[in-house]
């Protein structure tokens, strides 16, 4: 698009600079030719006023070139982000990182499930998973199907869906022991927030 834009440009600009004399004719006709051309020749300010439009010209079609040369998310490379910060949640359970599940959060972070709607706090989340993994032994938590994830179209908002085999032996508040074997699937949504990204929300069910 440029060449043809330089194109037009020495076109114009020779078009300005030659005569309309032919080969041969009177000399009568080569004086009034030659009077025609200075009346037609470019003046300085018309020159200038041309140049000036042009560069307008190449500037409108740059940028116009740069907006579609703009490259599309690279999902690929976003969904492995999203895998790894699945992968880190089971993790997590199993190193017993309570600071995990209260890193990266939304403040209006948003859980739901057995029919309600929550806004815990990040003392509150801190809390709830001291409780949890401190009186937990797992003996599985893994994977029962690939987790399907997803994102806008431009890639500034992802949301996983995943199930998991969760088994192992909970201190009850009796002090008692109790062997669990259960199935979860919970809905992660998360927000691109520079090159990060930060959980908005949960939705989660135990079968």
Known sequence: MFILCIMIWEKVAKSSQ??????????GDKKGAERKRKKNAATPEASMKLMIHFSKLLYAIFFITLLGCQSSP?????RKEILDLHKKTIEAHWNKDVGFFI???????????????RNPTKEEI???????????TFTEYRDLREPIINFSNDGSIAWSVVQVKVAGKRIMNDRSERDF???????????????KWI??????NRK
């Open 18 to 27: 030659t005569d309309s004399i032919g080969k041969g004719g009177s000399l």
């Open 126 to 136: 801190t809390s709830q998973f001291s409780n949890y993994l401190n009186n937990t």
């Open 181 to 195: 074997d259960d199935t979860w699937a919970w809905i992660t949504l998360y927000r691109r927030e520079g090159d």
């Open 199 to 204: 959980r908005l929300g949960e939705v989660s």
């Open 74 to 78: 690279d999902f690929e490379t976003l």
């Open 103 to 117: 890193k990266d959060i939304s403040e209006d972070y948003m859980s739901v499930g057995s029919g309600e709607l």
